[in-house]
């Protein structure tokens, strides 16, 4: 962590190629520390825990600033090259802190992790457009961590996801309006609604004209789909009630538009009567009620003056409509009509077109309006405000007065001071209230009501008493509870009768009855809407109201309840709120009190006092996102984002947009991407910057335009492991491409000239080998021929050619940067031809088994070339020598390595690769004392010793016929003595007991090998006779030691396995060339050889019991049985027994 804590501040200020290096080795560590540290960390409250967890928050806040960093500069201040710069280390370190997250922090701990850095880079994260489609998983990830972490931010996240996916809905839906043929209307209505919540982001109005005529065609057919147009009038009633006015008024001016086509005169001409069924749409009581409740009383005239225009056209187009329409229209308009009156006047064209709704336009009784609605209207327009509207209302009401059925037997005689009077009648002072007492406890008895109301209705009793018990049912009824009882008795009947009797010519007499009578009816009608409902459809009803309030006019009482009943009965349509909207379910069993939309109430004269509904219209839709959301600049970036993709359908068509600007002039300026949002799509999406840079390369003019191709190349090739999709990612389908091998062309094939080309064939190189690194087990086989055969060309003057430098190009004769050079391009290339032999194991076919056998065989001559020794140790560069043996590691592991070259035999190459490694081996490894004073590192040794194994086996493939063996043998100069003695294959023995234990397992299979034939092992046997125990006795020892590992114990049985075939002698023999073991006795000073030496041997080391207790260790601790794991296994068992 400490590591981690340094280094990051490199990310922060270092360049390109350091901030990609540096990112690199924190992968490595990262791998680490998710070893090292367990989740439970975050939940552990030990000093070293909490030390810990304090480490960790700082490297999170660390990367967190890190990444706000690079955000921050990518501006349009900064010069191209570093916007590109700063992009690539931001989705770099981006995807490496999430990464980092999902080791370390498990989502549902998150929450413990407070750094205000890290949480608002993980929030400008999750509205990184370009990010989230490029890294869809990771941003996921992201969008966890956050809303754990930040619910504030999560939230904004989620409303600009969906107002995302609501662009996107639009750009679908104006993309399937414009189809030709057939339209799935029902999908397209679904995608309207969708697109609907992000209209106030985008205001691309051609959508809700493309709405406006959906609703307006769905409607037109009379057998249409009911539930489409349920839908598309939602919709409808959505545009007409939004709460943003400019798209209010669009909404209102298509609709007016749709009218205007439908109605206009320039469709007499037109032999198509249906044509006006486009306004369909329009005639329905809700999308009236729309219209009249809130579009006329808006406070902008854009609305108001549109909606009128609407209403204007509709009233006045009888002409223009079939009868079927205009019937439909008068249909939808009757339950408005409360509200629309309000409008009423005797000056502006739709306040006269209102009033004419409740003229009678003939004697016979006709009018727009039936006769019940047309009585109601006129009725209606007595409680406005406007003195000259209720005097045309005072004209409308004679002739119902007049017309009525047995007027001449009622009163008041309709003489001109009667009329005159009418005008003012409901404009009465002061306001009712209607509330009844719910919370009254009752303690009348139905009985005692049951008295009262039989004293009401019997006609034997006098009416002084009869009024005294409709007084006290007056009294009674202020409780609702006891409404029901006088109901089901028919009180309600029997007070329209005494309202009837008092009416009549000779019904002067009943007018004391008619106060208790009209409150007992107001406070039954103003607590059951069912009744209210019932008395208001009945015209004679409203006319005996009228009547009574015209006789008793002068009695203030009288006048008030008849004001209060007709209002209540005039405006009960418009007061039922669920009629006006779909969403309002009351559960409540208790009855809604009396309440009329604020446009009722503002523009009436009313004689109750009651609460108004309707201060916005129930349609109205809540705006996603408020005008501070979208002033945040990553939250309109990302809308833009999204409105641009979803338009273009997707990031290719955007970024393959030639002219951009032209093509986005139709959009709003805040739609419109600039040059740096179009290049961080062109960064972010990495097919496109693969594809770019890799033109660049092509295209390059300098070194300094390829290193910086080369250096993005390898943040996509980063990214991709990052983003845990190295063969399935991008770079993995560009390796697909033939693209990439155009761009890596000449440097495959044409040798630097220069140091400055030796430094760029460096970083090509490098980079190569990290893509085939992370796509070898998805490289195709034509690419991997391809590479093989550019590498094949040219010989000499190829790549493999520069691992071996001329005699001028010695390291003495170079200055220190181009040694460095030299050295770094030696690396790279060694790294190269390793994974291409990793690589060309998976080549089957012909050619590629022998592009592959070719490739393999020219590298190991050219290893073979630059493993130049001499004496000295000092002389040796150990980097490159370590290097080349690894390289050389490769090329032998293969059987078959030495057999395809065309000028040198195989045995000629073994022999000379056995001639360099035996001489590296005496120089570093005998010559020094073996593993205890050699000053090299353990790899020269390791490699060596692997290398002479895999050419043990190779010789023994390639050399059957001649004796290879003695080739293995080490001559030993002794300086002291100088007497030359041969060392043979004693220098095998000090590698068996090596410090490493790959080098022993290794050693001892080189071993096996030679042993394999009788004399290797002869050879061996006689190498090792100076060896306390000789070569029995070790491989003996090193089997049965019971703290070596097992794979050196297995190489030293297979030694001895192969000195147990050559048949041993069963007595001393002098003659035989193979003596087998050789035993001394130190208490008979006699020695034995052959069988008996043997068995005396195995005695000594106590070789059965080693073996029988190693056989039941095998057994017990790695081949346990399932001896259960079957019936018959059981029966079996059950049987036998175990022994």
């Known amino acids: 962590l400490s590591v981690f804590e ?21 992968i490595e560590d990262m791998s680490l520390i998710g070893d090292a540290i367990s989740e ?7 000093l070293f825990a909490l030390e810990l967890k304090d480490k960790l928050l700082l490297v999170l806040g660390l990367l967190g600033e890190t990444i706000l960093y690079h955000k921050s500069n990518i501006s349009a201040e900064q010069p191209k090259v570093m916007l590109v710069h700063h992009r690539m280390a931001f989705i770099s370190i981006s995807l490496f802190t999430v990464r980092l997250l999902q080791i370390l922090l498990p989502v549902e701990k998150a929450s413990k992790v407070t750094q205000k850095s890290l949480l608002n880079a993980l929030f400008l994260l999750s509205l990184d457009m370009s990010f989230s489609l490029e890294y869809p998983s990771i941003h996921e990830s992201v969008a966890a961590y956050l809303e754990q972490m930040s619910t504030e931010n999560y939230s904004i996240y989620k409303q600009v996801s969906e107002a995302a996916y609501s662009v996107e809905c639009t750009c679908s839906f104006m993309v399937e309006v414009r189809k030709e043929g057939d339209k799935n209307l029902s999908e397209l209505l679904e995608l309207a609604d969708q697109a609907l919540s992000s209209l106030p982001f985008h205001l691309h109005f051609p959508l809700l004209q493309e709405c406006i005529h959906i609703c307006s065609n769905v409607w037109k057919s009379a057998e249409a789909n009911s539930l489409l147009q349920a839908e598309s009038q939602k919709l409808l009633l959505h545009l007409l009630s939004h709460p943003l006015l400019n798209i209010k008024a669009e909404a209102y001016h298509c609709c007016l538009e749709v009218v205007k086509d439908c109605l206009g005169v320039h469709n007499i001409a037109k032999p198509m009567p249906s044509i006006c069924q486009g306004v369909h749409f329009l005639l329905h009581p809700k999308v009236l009620y729309e219209i009249c409740t809130f579009g006329l009383q808006e406070d902008k005239n854009e609305v108001s003056s549109t909606a009128k225009a609407i209403l204007i056209h509709l009233l006045q ?32 064209t739709l306040g006269k077109c209102i009033l004419s709704l409740s003229e009678t336009a003939s004697d016979k009784g006709e009018g727009i309006l039936p006769r019940a609605p047309r009585l109601q209207a006129a009725l209606r327009l007595l409680f406005s405000k ?33 009329l005159s009077s009418i005008t003012n009648l409901f404009i009465i002072e002061g306001a009712m209230e209607l509330k009844l007492d719910d ?112 006789i008793l006019q002068s009695d203030r009482a009288v006048l008030t309840e008849t004001t209060v009943l007709l209002c209540l009965l005039l405006f009960d349509e418009v007061a039922r709120t669920e009629t006006w909207a779909d969403d309002i379910t009351s559960n409540n069993a208790e009855v809604p009190a009396f309440s009329l939309p604020v446009a009722v109430v503002r523009r009436y004269h009313l004689p109750v006092r009651i609460t108004a509904h309707h201060v916005v219209s129930p349609n109205t839709v809540v705006v996603p996102l408020s005008s501070e959301c979208l002033a945040m600049k990553p939250v309109s970036d990302m809308l833009k984002t999204a409105w641009n993709l979803s338009w273009y359908h997707g990031i290719e068509n955007l970024l393959q947009l030639i ?7 139709i959009f709003l300026d805040s739609l419109k991407l600039s040059s740096e949002d179009i290049l961080i799509l062109k960064i972010t999406h990495t097919n496109y910057g693969l594809q770019d840079c890799l033109s660049l390369i092509i295209q390059a003019a300098s070194h300094r335009d ?89 010989q000499p003057k190829s790549l493999m050619g520069l691992l071996v430098r001329p005699e001028s190009q010695v390291q003495d004769e170079m200055d220190e940067t181009q040694a460095a050079v030299r050295q770094r391009l030696d690396k790279e290339l060694i790294r190269l031809f390793n994974m291409l032999l990793v690589c060309s ?76 490694l035996l001489e590296v081996i005496s120089s570093f490894y005998v010559e020094w004392g073996g593993n205890a004073m050699s000053f090299m590192g353990k790899g020269v040794t390791k490699s060596t010793v692997l290398c002479l194994l895999h050419l043990s086996h190779e010789m023994m493939a390639q050399a059957k016929d001649m004796d290879w063996i003695s080739l293995w043998s080490l001559p030993y100069d002794n300086s002291e003595e100088q007497v030359p003695s041969h060392l043979g294959l004693a220098w095998l023995v000090p590698l068996w007991v090596d410090r490493d234990p790959e080098v022993r397992f290794t050693a001892l299979g080189i071993g096996s090998a030679l042993t394999s034939l009788e004399i290797g092992c002869i050879a061996l046997a006689e190498s090792c006779q100076n060896i306390s125990g000789g070569l029995w006795g070790t491989v003996i020892n090193i089997l049965l030691d019971q703290s070596e590992c097992s794979m050196v114990r297995r190489e030293a049985a297979f030694i001895l396995q192969n000195l147990l075939v050559i048949p041993i002698p069963t007595e001393d023999t002098k003659d035989c060339i193979w003596q087998g073991p050789c035993v001394h006795d130190e208490e008979s000073s006699l020695s034995q050889t052959g069988v008996p030496a043997l068995q005396s041997l195995l005695y000594h080391c106590q070789f059965y019991e080693h073996v029988n207790q190693m056989v039941k260790h095998c057994y017990l601790g790695c081949y346990m049985f399932d001896l259960s794991s079957s019936k018959e296994d059981k029966l079996n068992l059950e049987k036998g027994g175990i022994t």
Request: proline share 3%; hydrophobic share 45%.
């Open 6 to 26: 340094f280094i990051l501040s490199f990310v922060f200020v270092g360049s390109r190629r350091v901030t990609m290096e540096v990112l690199e080795l924190l």
């Open 439 to 550: 919370e009254m406890k009752s303690i009348i008895k139905v009985k005692t009501v049951e008295k009262l109301y039989d004293i009401l209705t019997s006609d034997a009793v006098d009416l002084v008493l009869r009024r005294s018990a409709a007084e006290q049912l007056v009294v009674i009824l202020e409780d609702p509870k006891m409404h029901d009882i006088v109901k089901k008795l028919g009180v309600i009947e029997k007070i329209l009768a005494y309202l009837n009797e008092c009416v009549h010519v000779d019904g002067k007499l009943m007018e004391s009855m008619v106060v208790p009578c009209l409150t007992l009816l107001r406070k039954i009608v103003c607590a059951d809407p069912a009744v209210r409902l019932s008395l208001a459809q009945q015209p004679s009803l409203l006319l005996l109201l009228f009547r009574v309030s015209l």
């Open 706 to 794: 390829v290193r910086t191709a080369l250096t993005r190349l390898s943040f996509y090739v980063l990214n991709d492991r990052l983003a845990l999709r190295c063969s399935s990612g991008p770079c993995g389908a560009t390796l697909k491409s033939f693209g990439w091998q155009k761009a890596m062309n000449r440097f495959l094939q044409v040798l630097p000239a220069s140091l400055e080309d030796e430094k760029l064939l460096v970083d090509v190189l490098r980079f190569l080998n990290k893509l085939l690194r992370e796509q070898k087990s998805n490289l195709e086989s034509v690419h991997l021929k391809w590479i093989l055969k550019s590498l094949l060309k040219n």
């Open 40 to 46: 439970n960390v975050w939940e552990d409250d030990s």
């Open 841 to 916: 194991v998976s080549l089957t076919d012909r050619e590629g088994v022998e592009l592959s056998g070719s490739f393999r065989t020219e590298l190991a001559l050219k290893l073979l070339q630059c493993l130049r020794l001499t004496d000295a140790p000092h002389f040796y560069g150990l980097p490159s020598l370590e290097r080349t043996l690894q390289g050389m590691v490769h090329v032998t592991a293969l059987p078959g390595w030495s057999t395809y070259s065309a000028e040198v035999e195989p045995v000629t190459i073994c022999k000379k690769y056995l001639m360099g």
């Open 317 to 348: 187009g009888k002409l223009m409509m079939e009868v079927l329409t205009w019937n439909k229209f008068v249909e939808a308009l009757c339950p408005v009509v409360p509200v629309l009156q309000g409008y009423a006047d005797t000056k502006d």
């Open 386 to 418: 406007k003195q000259l509207v209720r005097s045309v209302a005072a004209k409308h009401l004679a002739f119902h007065l007049l017309n009525e059925e047995g007027a001449n037997l009622k009163r008041p005689c309709l003489d001109g001071n009667v």
């Open 659 to 665: 002219n951009y600007e032209k093509e986005a002039e």
